[in-house]
T-cell receptor, first 116, second 116 residues
Framework: GAVVSQHPSWVICKSGTSVKIECRSLDFQATTMFWYRQFPKQSLMLMATSNEGSKATYEQGVEKDKFLINHASLTLSTLTVTSAHPEDSSFYIC????????????FGPGTRLTVL | AQSVTQPDIHITVSEGASLELRCNYSYGATPYLFWYVQSPGQGLQLLLKYFSGDTLVQGIKGFEAEFKRSQSSFNLRKPSVHWSDAAEYFCAVGEGYTGTASKLTFGTGTRLQVTL
């Protein structure tokens, strides 16, 4: 159990367009989901914490108007990269926490975004 | 602010040899510590975690880690490495459960290469 999926796994878009990435918890309800960004050969950097039914909490330095996060249900969170530019190209990873008492995150396989 | 240091960027071991991956953390209170493994095309998989209690933690795939408060370390070990263990390993520290989700801070990762 505790499977998290992401869609798409890979996306290429033109500069100036918006891209939506979905994160789903397949076999459990996740009141909290997290979005990370990983640069090549580097660590994961937390971008934002997403709670179902409320606004996301963004980390310092992350533009909330550029990276829109919606957590409309207990199994789905979306990250929309608006007006994407080449510097937004990265590997985006989501995770979901299974219940408020487990304190363990389960990670999706990631989405590779390439902005031309 | 919490931080994690993984001193070794890249380690190569022979199959069957023992393995130790180092992790040092900085955190004011009792840390929640994790080891994750990332294989190409797959999401981060939790190997083991330490919240409290016995300082020697057993995980999946034959891995174990020991929490040493005096050294601020949480090193990952495996007595006999298999070729399938080749991957990227991340140590992470969590803020701890306070009734809300735990934010994770990751180290920069250690890439393990296994020679036959």
């Amino acid at each position: 159990g505790a499977v998290v999926s992401q869609h798409p796994s890979w996306v290429i878009c033109k500069s100036g367009t918006s891209v939506k990435i979905e994160c789903r918890s397949l076999d459990f309800q996740a009141t909290t989901m997290f979005w990370y960004r990983q640069f090549p050969k580097q660590s994961l950097m937390l971008m934002a914490t997403s709670n179902e039914g409320s606004k996301a909490t963004y980390e310092q330095g992350v533009e909330k108007d550029k990276f829109l996060i919606n957590h409309a249900s207990l199994t789905l969170s979306t990250l929309t990269v608006t007006s994407a530019h080449p510097e937004d190209s990265s590997f985006y990873i989501c995770s979901a926490e299974r219940g408020p008492s487990t304190d363990t995150q389960y990670f999706g396989p990631g989405t590779r975004l390439t902005v031309l | 602010a919490q931080s994690v240091t993984q001193p070794d960027i890249h380690i190569t071991v022979s199959e069957g040899a023992s393995l130790e991956l180092r992790c040092n953390y900085s955190y004011g209170a009792t840390p929640y510590l994790f080891w994750y493994v990332q294989s190409p095309g797959q999401g981060l998989q939790l190997l083991l975690k330490y919240f409290s209690g016995d300082t020697l933690v057993q995980g999946i795939k034959g891995f174990e880690a020991e929490f040493k408060r005096s050294q601020s370390s949480f090193n990952l070990r495996k007595p006999s490495v298999h070729w399938s263990d080749a991957a990227e390993y991340f140590c992470a520290v969590g803020e701890g459960y306070t009734g809300t989700a735990s934010k994770l801070t990751f180290g920069t990762g250690t890439r393990l290469q296994v020679t036959l």
